[in-house]
T-cell receptor, first 116, second 109 residues
Framework: NAGVMQNPRHLVRRRGQEARLRCSPMKGHSHVYWYRQLPEEGLKFMVYLQKENIIDESGMPKERFSAEFPKEGPSILRIQQVVRGDSAAYFC??????????????FGQGTRLTVV | QKEVEQDPGPLSVPEGAIVSLNCTYSNSAFQYFMWYRQYSRKGPELLMYTYSSGNKEDGRFTAQVDKSSKYISLFIRDSQPSDSATYLCAITGRRALTFGSGTRLQVQP
């Protein structure tokens, strides 16, 4: 049973380009969460999705960031017109349970985004 | 005030020592309390979680929750160099998990 798969593991983008981060949840998991981790900091919640639905995006920056979890295929976190401050590790977690019962969220290995 | 406060360390101990890691939280509505371990440049992995006040033990690890004082702890007995990592407390809430900033632990051989 494969774990949560994130790709790419490392992504380098120039300022102004777009970054697309992918997350395939564990088999049987229908809840996906995206977190951002800045150097020497904990993980900050960004968005919570179920298939074809955004449940909670209260942690997402208002501009340039979007997320989707289509019926088929991985969840995508998209960052448009990247800036240096977007450089961080982005982690995806999946769970079979909803957020307020989220005792078993499994994390992927993360995508490390570097904006140059 | 942050919802979850965690001493960032770093914490350096000799092999075999007992390690105590702590977090405080502000929202009494939180239900589940977790501890994650994160090795450098890896994703967090769940160590254990608790629901009620009291202790929960799993091998060398003991998680403790005191809801009256909004205080959670993780104890590591007989610490090993392989325990060297960042330990993150996390608490469930409406917006998925709320994490502390992590405590970096170094166990010296």
């Amino acid at each position: 049973n494969a774990g949560v798969m994130q790709n790419p593991r490392h992504l380098v983008r120039r300022r102004g380009q777009e970054a697309r981060l992918r997350c395939s949840p564990m088999k049987g998991h229908s809840h996906v969460y995206w977190y951002r981790q800045l150097p020497e900091e904990g993980l900050k919640f960004m968005v919570y999705l179920q298939k074809e639905n955004i449940i909670d995006e209260s942690g997402m920056p208002k501009e340039r960031f979007s997320a989707e979890f289509p019926k088929e295929g991985p969840s995508i976190l998209r960052i448009q017109q990247v800036v240096r401050g977007d450089s961080a590790a982005y982690f995806c977690a999946s769970s079979p349970l909803r957020a307020d019962m989220n005792t078993e969220a499994f994390f992927g290995q993360g995508t490390r985004l570097t904006v140059v | 005030q942050k919802e979850v406060e965690q001493d960032p360390g770093p914490l350096s101990v000799p092999e075999g020592a007992i390690v105590s890691l702590n977090c405080t939280y502000s929202n009494s509505a939180f239900q589940y309390f977790m501890w994650y371990r994160q090795y450098s440049r890896k994703g967090p992995e769940l160590l254990m979680y608790t629901y009620s006040s009291g202790n929960k033990e799993d091998g060398r690890f003991t998680a403790q929750v005191d809801k009256s004082s909004k205080y959670i702890s993780l104890f590591i007995r007989d610490s090993q160099p392989s325990d060297s990592a960042t330990y993150l407390c996390a608490i469930t809430g409406r917006r998925a998990l709320t994490f502390g900033s992590g405590t970096r632990l170094q166990v010296q051989p």
